[in-house]
């Protein structure tokens, strides 16, 4: 059974600061891997979407990378401001589904 | 429309009643799903819809939750009798089908049994 683990469960930080998240997953036959915000009483929004053949991608201040025979990935983070808090979601896809970690919350202060 | 739309955005209800939660997908998507995320724990998968057809229910937690999809657009997840342990915010999601699109979600509907 997939299980998806994030770690560290809580963060907050001074605004400037580069961040990395950390996801990892106990099976490494995935199709792709997700990561995904989570806003205060709001529905996920996709950040970047890793397949199962790529190694990394990129979006404005935000890099994924995936390491699938390790099972692991990360979320970094450049020059992190105040709008960044939020909660950040890992997703590993499994066959037919999205299997989701428990998530990271990140606060940025100023 | 715009975005997955789900109704309503909150629900309260007394416990043993049936409940009805509504998710209208983005137009064209044929995959459809259904997550259930409780206070302080991660998104928990309850059902996935391929068009109409639904080929994994298995996280569907027990027979009171039942889903069903018409014309490859709406969907609705019924619990009946609900009970306490069913408050959660559920979640909708769609996406065309396959490992390469992302998955686009609604805003919840927060349901309170109390």
């Known amino acids: 059974k997939q299980e998806v683990t994030q770690i560290p469960a809580a963060l907050s930080v001074p605004e400037g600061e580069n961040l990395v998240l950390n996801c990892s997953f106990t099976?490494?036959?995935?199709?792709?891997l997700q990561w995904f915000r989570q806003d205060p009483g709001k529905g996920l929004t996709s950040l970047l979407l890793i397949q199962s053949s790529q190694r990394e991608q990129t979006s404005g201040r935000l890099n994924a990378s995936l390491d699938k025979s390790s099972g692991r990935s990360t979320l970094y983070i450049a020059a992190s401001q105040p709008g960044d808090s939020a909660t950040y979601l890992c997703?590993?896809?499994?066959?037919?589904?999205?299997?989701f970690g428990t998530g990271t919350r990140l606060q940025v202060f100023p | 429309g715009a975005g997955v739309s789900q109704s309503p955005s909150n629900k309260v209800t007394e416990k043993g009643k049936d409940v009805e939660l509504r998710c209208d997908p983005i137009?064209?998507?044929?995959?459809l799903y259904w997550y259930r995320q409780s206070l302080g724990q991660g998104l928990e998968f309850l059902i996935y819809f391929q068009g109409n057809s639904a080929p994994d229910k298995s996280g569907l937690p027990s027979d009171r939750f039942s889903a069903e999809r018409t014309g490859g657009s709406v969907s609705t997840l019924t619990i009946q009798r609900t009970q306490q342990e069913d408050s959660a915010v559920y979640l909708c999601a769609s996406g065309d089908p396959g490992p390469t699109e992302k998955l686009f979600f609604g805003s919840g509907t927060q349901l309170s049994v109390l």
């Open positions: 997703a590993v896809y499994n066959t037919d589904k999205l299997i």
């Open positions: 099976d490494s036959a995935i199709y792709n």
């Open positions: 137009s064209g998507h044929t995959a």
